[in-house]
């Protein structure tokens, strides 16, 4: 006597914005009701035919993101490798069957998810379900760019806790780090001008530097494109593979301003010789935005910063070039209703401008 699954999600991670549908019934006797208990959500379901079909998705989406996409890991020079369960949840629940005879069975199933989403339209290729760079990527190989003086980190999914292996095939250069299960943040930098970290033990080259992650028997490619300190506009945004992706935008850019008066107060209450206005202004609201460009983009480049579009969290980087950051310098922002070109398989789109809206700015009003 046994519930048997009859169709569930394929792969060992899941991603928590995709459908997590799961079919299932009795090997004897016949279903009457079942429930799946999901942390602390119960939910009960009818057979249909004999068989019970349930999406997880939507109990999945709200338990793995309580925290509204949060990044609350800060890098330190002395160690570039942190474990992020913000990004990264084995999620258990119990199927209980309940029987017309009176008798019930139960099933207790796990899985793995990210904070991913994959789309029906989609550069298709098989991933490793025991190593993987969680970056865009249009195949087998992820195409980074890290702007040196600013943070940047690369998240790589482990499926056990293992030691791996990074080599620098520019440099011949290797360098082992230790990954937990999960999701694991590696910071190349975390802003500061000596970057005793991950280039103290593995120097990257101006240019295309290619690294291996070489664990479980399983090699990982990432070719990090490094460039030059320069200052500029950085943004961190939240990705479809369920983790942070970051461009420095141009720093020639366009600021405006958008202010709204508050409703004036009617004041009109003196002889016409001893008046001096007829409202009296108790302030205005002021918002501001900049119009910045990525400057020229190849086309792994466009794949990446394109996300940002459809990215629910942006944040603006908040200090200079060459210094440690700390959660606060992180600014979230909001790119708004976008209307954008994305690719042009007729004219190669070299540079998308894009415009941000900063924080409200606070001002002087009257309280009275």
Known sequence: MAILITSEPQ??????????????????GI??????????????????????????????????????????????????????????????????????????????????????????????????????????????????????GHPFDLSIYSNAARSVTITNKRTTGTHIITLSKGVNRVFISNGENNNLGFEGQLPLFEGINELEFVGGGVTATVFVKKIGVSCGVLLKWFNQNGAWSYWRFSPVFQEDIKTKSYKPLNSDFKNIEDSTNRVAQTGKTAENYLNIKT??????????????????????????????????????????????????TKNIITEYNIKIELPELYTQAYAG
Do not use: C, M
């Open 11 to 28: 792969g060992t991670l899941l991603n928590t914005y995709n459908n997590s549908i799961i079919e299932f019934n009795t090997d004897v």
């Open 31 to 148: 279903g009457a009701r079942a429930t799946i208990l999901i942390g602390t959500l119960t939910f009960e379901i009818t057979p249909n035919q004999g068989v019970f079909f349930f999406n997880l998705k939507q109990a999945v989406a709200v338990i793995n993101n309580p925290d509204n996409f949060r990044d609350s890991i800060v890098a330190t020079p002395s160690s570039f490798v942190f474990p992020d369960a913000d990004l990264y949840n084995e999620q258990s629940f119990t199927i209980t069957i309940y029987k017309t005879n009176g008798t019930s069975e139960s099933l207790v199933k796990t899985y793995n998810y990210s904070k991913g989403v994959l789309q029906l339209v989609r550069s298709k290729f098989n991933v490793s379900d025991v190593i993987r760079l969680l970056s865009p990527s249009k195949d087998n190989v992820s195409n980074v760019t890290y702007f040196e």
């Open 295 to 344: 400057g020229y983009l190849t086309e792994h480049e466009r794949f990446v910063v394109a996300q940002i579009f459809t990215s629910p969290k942006v944040f603006y980087y908040n200090e200079l070039e060459l210094q440690p950051f700390e959660l606060l310098d992180w600014v979230e922002i909001d790119t708004g209703k976008i209307s954008q070109e994305i690719n042009n």
